[in-house]
């Protein structure tokens, strides 16, 4: 059983998905301290597998191959980028869903005339859209603004993808990045009608044996299911 991640069923799928993995993870983290002006410091453990039996936080292999992750880090280290933090990936239609802008900017210059720019995608079309000057300072995170915004109706699991990215008075992009958010429909509404079945013959004094209950009590045993008003179905013994 794989903690982390959905097993794969070959050699190559188990790279696959452990490097995907491994790109999102660095990325998260990555921002995560570029973000925080209190960290003067922070570096990847390790870098460089030693052999090819290596241990998986590497992001380079023996061969000097760099793997997925190490671009990943290489992008979220830009020295000025735009980085987009949320508590929530998914949600359910109708639901809102929050994402903060940050610049990040490690750089002791401040380039001028920068924009934020950012625009929400479904199914590939530009839903909603937006660019506000940039606030930046030399050596330090600043926080932009929220991005709010209502998931909408769906009936099946869809995704929607938020872009920023920081555009130079030219109109030449600085730094972008992306986040995705999975759209689940509403779920149908149990029924509230009370449901009862009695149960009999070798069912129930399989049952019966397995809650230790006497043999006389395999005869009057009855299942009552009533979703609106209980949390589990409820077994009786008469």
Same mark, same amino acid.
């Not at 590497?58 to 280290?77: G, S, V």
């Not at 926080?143 to 920023?164: A, H």
């Not at 049952?207 to 009855?222: M, N, Q």
């Given at each position: 059983?794989?903690?982390?991640?959905?097993?794969?069923?070959?050699?190559?799928?188990?790279?696959?998905?452990?490097?995907?993995?491994?790109?999102?993870?660095?990325?998260?983290?990555? @921002?995560?301290?570029?973000?925080?002006?209190?960290?003067?410091s922070f570096?990847?453990?390790?870098?460089?597998?030693?052999?090819?039996?290596?241990?998986?936080?590497?992001?380079?292999?023996?061969? =000097?191959?760099?793997?997925?992750?190490?671009?990943?880090?290489?992008? *979220?280290?830009?020295?000025?980028?735009?980085?987009?933090?949320?508590?929530?990936?998914?949600? +359910?239609?109708?639901?809102?869903?929050?994402?903060?802008?940050?610049?990040?900017?490690?750089?002791?210059?401040?380039?001028? !005339? /920068?924009?934020?720019?950012?625009?929400? @995608?479904?199914?590939? =079309?530009?839903?909603?859209?937006?660019?506000?000057?940039?606030?930046?300072?030399?050596?330090?995170? /600043?926080?932009? !603004?929220?991005?709010?915004?209502?998931?909408?109706?769906?009936?099946e699991?869809? +995704?929607? +993808?938020?872009? $920023?990215?920081?555009?130079?008075?030219?109109?030449?992009?600085?730094?972008d990045?992306?986040?995705?958010?999975? /759209?689940?429909?509403?779920?149908?509404?149990?029924?509230?009608?009370? +449901?009862?079945?009695?149960?009999? !013959? @070798?069912?129930?004094?399989?049952?019966a044996?397995?809650?230790?209950?006497?043999?006389?009590? *395999?005869?009057? $045993?009855?299942?009552?299911?009533?979703?609106?008003?209980?949390?589990?179905?409820?077994? $009786?013994?008469?």
């Amino acid at each position: 059983q794989c903690l982390w991640m959905e097993p794969g069923d070959s050699m190559s799928e188990w790279i696959r998905r452990s490097q995907d993995h491994q790109v999102w993870i660095t990325r998260l983290m990555t @921002e995560a301290c570029r973000r925080d002006n209190r960290m003067v410091s922070f570096a990847i453990h390790l870098f460089i597998d030693a052999w090819p039996a290596g241990w998986m936080k590497t992001i380079m292999d023996c061969r =000097r191959h760099p793997k997925p992750a190490y671009f990943a880090y290489q992008d *979220a280290l830009a020295p000025l980028a735009v980085s987009c933090r949320t508590d929530r990936t998914c949600g +359910t239609s109708g639901e809102s869903i929050e994402a903060e802008a940050w610049v990040c900017n490690d750089l002791n210059e401040i380039t001028a !005339g /920068v924009e934020l720019c950012y625009q929400l @995608e479904r199914g590939g =079309r530009v839903v909603r859209s937006a660019r506000v000057p940039a606030r930046i300072r030399s050596n330090e995170a /600043v926080f932009q !603004g929220r991005i709010r915004f209502e998931l909408p109706s769906v009936t099946e699991r869809e +995704t929607l +993808t938020l872009r $920023l990215g920081l555009l130079s008075a030219s109109g030449e992009t600085l730094h972008d990045t992306a986040q995705t958010f999975g /759209v689940f429909p509403i779920l149908a509404q149990p029924s509230s009608q009370m +449901t009862a079945q009695s149960l009999g !013959g @070798e069912k129930a004094r399989l049952l019966a044996s397995e809650l230790a209950l006497s043999p006389a009590a *395999a005869e009057a $045993l009855w299942i009552i299911d009533a979703p609106a008003a209980l949390e589990d179905p409820v077994l $009786l013994a008469a």
